[in-house]
T-cell receptor, first 114, second 110 residues
Framework: DQQVKQNSPSLSVQEGRISILNCDYTNSMFDYFLWYKKYPAEGPTFLIS?????DKNEDGRFTVFLNKSAKHLSLHIVPSQPGDSAVYFC?????????????FGTGTRLQVTL | DTAVSQTPKYLVTQMGNDKSIKCEQNLGHDTMYWYKQDSKKFLKIMFS???????INETVPNRFSPKSPDKAHLNLHINSLELGDSAVYFC?????????FGQGTRLTVV
């Protein structure tokens, strides 16, 4: 039962254009959402997050949008750069009482072309 | 100065062997995790420890035993390794909901 889904396994975007990565979730108990970036042979690196009480969070070129009613979030990268080429994981957090637990999507491979 | 470090980075071993993966974090976080990324690239939580206490155990076989000697360390010991245990194992730590990951250990069981 996959509670966090990234339906696009890959995305190719030209340098300078906008990259939009999408993520859907099913569990309404998730209260915090994160995006991670992963290069080959490295661990996931935290990129940006958003609380369930917000609908937008921006950090430089990266903006995350949350639509709670649709259980959908997206990551916008503007402008896209070749160094952004990586696998992007969406994650949703639920709190167990003493620790939070992240549930990940399967990732979207972004390729930014020149 | 690496925040979450795990060793070894690569581990190749035969079926039936016992192996350990070590993890250390210097972020001062109370919570540490083990995640597994399987061949389908699914990243799934295995265990979570908070201040040396087991908090989350996600139906992982008993052959997997985490040990936390102190809150900066969380090791993973695997007994009687099976082919299906081949995966990348990531250690992570967090304090405020954002998890910081180590570089991963690619375990190959032959």
């Amino acid at each position: 039962d996959q509670q966090v889904k990234q339906n696009s396994p890959s995305l190719s975007v030209q340098e300078g254009r906008i990259s939009i990565l999408n993520c859907d979730y099913t569990n309404s108990m998730f209260d915090y959402f994160l995006w991670y970036k992963k290069y080959p042979a490295e661990g996931p690196t935290f990129l940006i997050s958003i609380s369930s009480i917000k609908d937008k969070n921006e950090d430089g070129r990266f903006t995350v949008f949350l639509n709670k009613s649709a259980k959908h979030l997206s990551l916008h990268i503007v402008p896209s750069q070749p160094g952004d080429s990586a696998v992007y994981f969406c994650a949703a957090s639920s709190y167990t009482g003493t620790a939070s637990k992240l549930t990940f999507g399967t990732g979207t491979r972004l390729q930014v072309t020149l | 100065d690496t925040a979450v470090s795990q060793t070894p980075k690569y581990l190749v071993t035969q079926m039936g062997n016992d192996k350990s993966i070590k993890c250390e974090q210097n972020l001062g976080h109370d919570t540490m995790y083990w995640y597994k990324q399987d061949s389908k690239k699914f990243l799934k939580i295995m265990f979570s420890y908070n201040n040396k206490e087991l908090i989350i155990n996600e139906t992982v076989p008993n052959r997997f035993s985490p040990k936390s000697p102190d809150k900066a360390h969380l090791n993973l010991h695997i007994n009687s390794l099976e082919l299906g245990d081949s995966a990348v194992y990531f250690c992570a730590s967090s304090q405020t909901g954002v998890a910081f990951f180590g570089q991963g250990t690619r375990l190959t069981v032959v």
